[in-house]
């Protein structure tokens, strides 16, 4: 797929793209069959929501063929390719499983943060692409961005960590058992302050990214974004896709995350 000279404006002045039906319903629905199985397995990729639920299943296509091979996709690493402007490698992919009237929110956040002081990423040459792997309405918890956000450099990203949490349950006990799943839980390692939302939000407004399955948005690694609870019957599953630049591969840091969840094998896909 070639994209257009205004999709390569919207995204740089933006800071993500949509694009509809490009999966075609077959495709999803073998994504959809092999996601249900996967979702179930019990191994450190899954991630849980505090109801015990799965939250996300990083790298599924480790068990999967039809999941390997959609992150090989031509048009998904040709848009990739495109938008960073290099070739690239695979960085991180996981399942993000909503389930109807279950699935819990995510708190406004951008990834590059966790990228840069958790992987050891360079810049934020990075993208993610989204695929909805069902319908997703304004109802089910629709991917919330910020407009032009991918830009605002003033940030104490260390300022963001949270130290404060205390939970008396089953969650925090499991939320403390890897060092890795504060990022990837309820309750964030890193999150935007509200001051600096309100302030964005004001002067941009707010992009809710919605459309049929089979419909993918790419998104910078420093747009800020979030999503709300699904309080409606409907489930919202996708599949995310993170293409790094072969030019801003990750540097040395001490107690690497597992490569389940950050890959250091930076074979580029073009």
Not at 48 to 70: C, H, I, M
Not at 129 to 157: H, R, Y
Not at 214 to 226: E, K
């Amino acid at each position: 797929m070639e994209l257009s000279t205004f999709q390569l404006q919207e995204y740089q002045k933006n800071g993500y793209l949509l694009l509809d039906a490009f999966f075609d319903q077959s495709m999803v629905a073998g994504m959809l069959k092999e996601l249900q199985r996967i979702i179930h397995l019990d191994c450190p990729n899954r991630i849980l929501e505090k109801n015990g639920q799965t939250r996300s299943f990083f790298a599924p296509e480790s068990y999967s063929d039809v999941f390997d091979q959609v992150i090989k996709h031509s048009g998904l690493v040709g848009c990739a390719s495109k938008l960073l402007g290099s070739s690239v490698y695979i960085h991180q992919t996981k399942i993000n499983s909503k389930f109807a009237m279950e699935g819990d929110w995510w708190e406004w956040h951008r990834d590059y943060t966790f990228w840069k002081n958790d992987d050891g990423m360079p810049a934020p040459n990075v993208l993610t692409a989204m695929i909805f792997l069902n319908d997703v309405t304004e109802f089910n918890g629709p991917l919330l961005l910020i407009p032009g956000s991918q830009n605002e450099e003033d940030i104490n990203e260390n300022g963001n960590e949270k130290n404060d949490m205390q939970e008396d349950s089953w969650f925090a006990s499991y939320r403390n058992s890897e060092t890795y799943l504060s990022a990837l839980t309820t309750d964030l390692k890193y999150t935007l302050g509200r001051d600096m939302i309100r302030k964005w939000i004001i002067q941009n407004g707010i992009y809710s990214a919605k459309g049929k399955a089979g419909s993918v948005v790419f998104f910078h690694g420093n747009v800020f974004h979030a999503s709300s609870n699904n309080m409606s019957p409907w489930d919202r599953h996708t599949f995310l896709v993170t293409y790094n630049s072969i030019d801003n591969t990750l540097l040395p840091v001490p107690n690497p995350r597992p490569e389940f969840i950050s890959k250091r094998t930076f074979t580029p896909l073009n």
